[in-house]
């Protein structure tokens, strides 16, 4: 997993952030963009992409995004005020939402394939040793 910093502008006179994504900023090709949502204790992921980079960004709230590649373990915490997230394939992903209204912005560079997806962890093992 690798952290991709982004330019974040304080507005005072706006009383907010303002968050810069250029495309040229990206580590790959951006193909598709989709966000996901839960309330505060949800659980999303808990699955890998056999070909399939991600780029994770907290658009609001609290995440905990729970990353390993069979051997070793790491968690990275996400707010609107972190780097993103970038998951290369082959990394078994989960996500805690830790406050209400928690929010993803993922930034991918292929189109949705159910096929590349490993979904029962046992598989994603297997998978790992076999690649």
């Known amino acids: 997993m690798q952290s991709i910093s982004f330019p974040i502008f304080n507005e005072i006179n706006h009383h ?11 580590p790959f090709k ?11 204790g ?5 699955h890998a992409h ?8 907290c658009i609001t709230g609290e ?5 390993e590649d069979g051997k070793s373990h790491a968690q990275y915490e996400l707010s609107p005020a972190t780097d993103a997230l970038l998951i290369p394939p082959g990394i078994w992903s989960k996500q ?3 406050v209400a209204q928690s929010s993803l912005l993922v930034l991918c560079d292929r189109e949705f394939n159910e096929n590349e997806y490993l ?5 994603y093992i297997s998978w790992k040793e076999t690649s």
Do not use: K, M
Request: net charge neutral.
């Open 16 to 26: 907010g952030i303002l968050r810069v994504f250029e495309l040229t900023s990206l």
């Open 96 to 98: 805690y939402y830790r």
């Open 42 to 46: 949800g659980e999303r992921g808990h």
């Open 119 to 123: 979904r029962d962890y046992s598989e």
């Open 63 to 67: 995440i905990t995004v729970s990353c």
């Open 50 to 57: 056999r070909e399939c980079s991600q780029l994770l960004v």
């Open 30 to 40: 951006l193909v598709r963009i989709f966000s996901v949502g839960a309330d505060a």
